[in-house]
């Protein structure tokens, strides 16, 4: 089994800046691909980043980019969700997901269907 830990979130006003934490810990696998999602009251859980474990390839939503960046730390089993420029629609329960059928992180990632493991979450709450 797969444990995911998240970790980062609070509340912020809007234009300020949050990182989030996924740590994993339990079983391993050779190649894999982690995912940000989220999850606002009333809406359907929506992708928001992911990476590959070698950090090579990474994918965001048109309404993240260049505002959030992704990154890993293979020596902490962590990965990072940099969050500038908050807006209050950014405003969820954060989520991080682990697909161990992926080496690269592409078009594809974006379905949460494809992750296997999830993490509890945090709140990020971004006032106006």
């Known amino acids: 089994q797969v444990q995911l830990v998240e970790s980062g979130g609070g509340l912020v006003q809007a234009g300020g800046s949050l990182r989030l934490s996924c740590v994993a810990s339990g079983r391993t696998f050779g190649s894999y691909v982690m995912g940000w999602f989220r999850q606002a009251p009333g809406k359907e859980r929506e992708f928001v980043a992911a990476?590959?474990?070698?950090?090579?390839?990474?994918y965001y939503a048109d309404s993240v980019k260049g505002r959030f960046t992704i990154s890993p730390d293979n020596a902490k089993n962590t990965v990072y969700l940099q969050m500038n420029s908050l807006k209050p629609e950014d405003t969820a329960v954060y989520y991080c997901?682990?697909?161990?059928?992926?080496?690269?992180?592409?078009?594809?990632?974006?379905?949460?269907?494809?992750?296997?493991?999830w993490g509890q979450g945090t709140q990020v709450t971004v006032s106006s």
């Open positions: 997901g682990l697909d161990p059928r992926k080496s690269y992180a592409g078009s594809y990632s974006d379905g949460r269907d494809n992750y296997d493991y």
């Open positions: 990476i590959s474990w070698s950090g090579r390839s990474t």
